[in-house]
């Protein structure tokens, strides 16, 4: 095996990103670790370094994904004032992650499908539609009804769009989608 040279702070976000690749391509149970060094072109002692072992790692990279996705939606939401701009911008950020983190969101979905272990990582995608939606019924706008509700089907519309996303070349997260996602619930 050939072991290429990479600076030290690059060495765990190849690990991290190869590995997002490969779990999200075969699943936890078939990827080793030995495969992940392989890929990255260091040796096992390397991820150790990094990560206590497998599950470390594959614990860590969904974390972390979950933590970038909704950093990513809370700061889009917190720029906006109007509840209606404030979904749109949670949707839109919710696209655009994804379209820049097609293996961070493959790597997410499988996990999600795999174990409900995860389930409190996920459930805060939800929490932050949630009080977006409490906030535009107290001031009078969109659907009347539960906003935990209204959350988890502004949710399933999104994540259907996302998954069909991950599953085709062509762009189909757009701004225009979001706006017609929104009209859909307002």
């Known amino acids: 095996m050939i072991v290429k040279k990479l600076p030290k702070n690059d060495v765990r976000e190849r690990i991290e990103s190869v590995s997002a690749r490969l779990f999200s391509k075969k699943g936890y149970d078939a990827v080793s670790i030995r495969e992940i060094a392989e890929a990255v072109g260091v040796t096992k002692p390397a991820i150790y370094y990094y990560f206590e072992g497998k599950k470390a790692l594959y614990d860590n990279l969904l974390r972390d994904g979950f933590e970038r996705l909704h950093r990513c939606i809370r700061e889009t939401v917190a720029r906006e004032e109007e509840p209606e701009k404030k979904l749109l911008a949670a949707i839109n950020s919710h696209f655009s992650f994804c379209l820049d983190n097609i293996d961070t969101m493959k790597f997410i979905y499988l996990?999600?499908?795999?174990?409900?272990?995860?389930?409190?990582?996920?459930?805060?995608?939800?929490?932050?539609?949630?009080?977006?939606?409490?906030?535009?019924?107290?001031?009078?706008?969109?659907?009347?009804?539960?906003?935990?509700?209204?959350?988890i089907a502004l949710m399933g519309i999104i994540?259907?769009?996302?998954?069909?996303?991950?599953?085709?070349?062509?762009?189909?997260?757009?701004?225009?989608?979001?706006?017609?996602?929104?009209?859909?619930?307002?």
């Open 111 to 151: 996990c999600i499908l795999e174990s409900t272990e995860h389930t409190a990582l996920s459930s805060q995608s939800f929490m932050i539609m949630e009080e977006v939606f409490t906030e535009a019924q107290k001031k009078g706008k969109f659907l009347k009804g539960n906003p935990r509700e209204l959350s």
């Open 159 to 186: 994540n259907i769009y996302l998954m069909r996303q991950l599953a085709v070349r062509q762009k189909l997260l757009t701004e225009e989608l979001g706006r017609k996602i929104l009209n859909m619930i307002s």
